[in-house]
C-alpha cells in the first residue's frame, strides 16, 4: 500500500491551494480516506473525510465553507481545495485511508505573507 500526497508549499493569507493524494495497493473505490493536520504545537487533526462513494463530506468546524474534499476512483485520487487560506492553517498535511489506517509522509502548507 502506497499513500503520497503532493501539492503543499507557501502561499500567502487569502490564497488558495490544491492539495492531492494517490493511493494504490487496495480498492480504492471501497473506503472512506481523510486529510489530517499536524499544526505546530497542537495535536493531528481531522481536517475532512469523504466516503468511498464521494456521497458525505464531513469538515472540521475551523475548515467549513474554505476547504472542500473530493475524490477521483478512476485515479485513486483524493484533493483537498483550499480557498481563503490563513496564517493559522500552516502545517503539515497528511492523506489517510481507512483501508488499515496507512498514513502518507505529509506534505508542508505555509500561509505567511
Known amino acids: 500500500v502506497q499513500v503520497v500526497e503532493s501539492g503543499g508549499g507557501l502561499v500567502q493569507p487569502g490564497g488558495s491551494l490544491t492539495l492531492s493524494c494517490v493511493a494504490s495497493g487496495f480498492t480504492f473505490r471501497h473506503f472512506v480516506m481523510r486529510w489530517y493536520r499536524q499544526i505546530p504545537g497542537k495535536e493531528r487533526e481531522l481536517v475532512a473525510s469523504i466516503t468511498g462513494a464521494g456521497s458525505i463530506n464531513i469538515y472540521a468546524d475551523s475548515v467549513k465553507g474554505r476547504f472542500t474534499i473530493s475524490r477521483d476512483n478512476a485515479k485513486n485520487t483524493i484533493y483537498l481545495q483550499m480557498n481563503n487560506l490563513k496564517p493559522d492553517d500552516t502545517g503539515v498535511y497528511f492523506c489517510?485511508?481507512?483501508?488499515?489506517?496507512?498514513w502518507g509522509q505529509g506534505t508542508q502548507v505555509t500561509v505567511s505573507s
Open positions: 489517510n485511508t481507512e483501508y488499515r489506517n496507512y
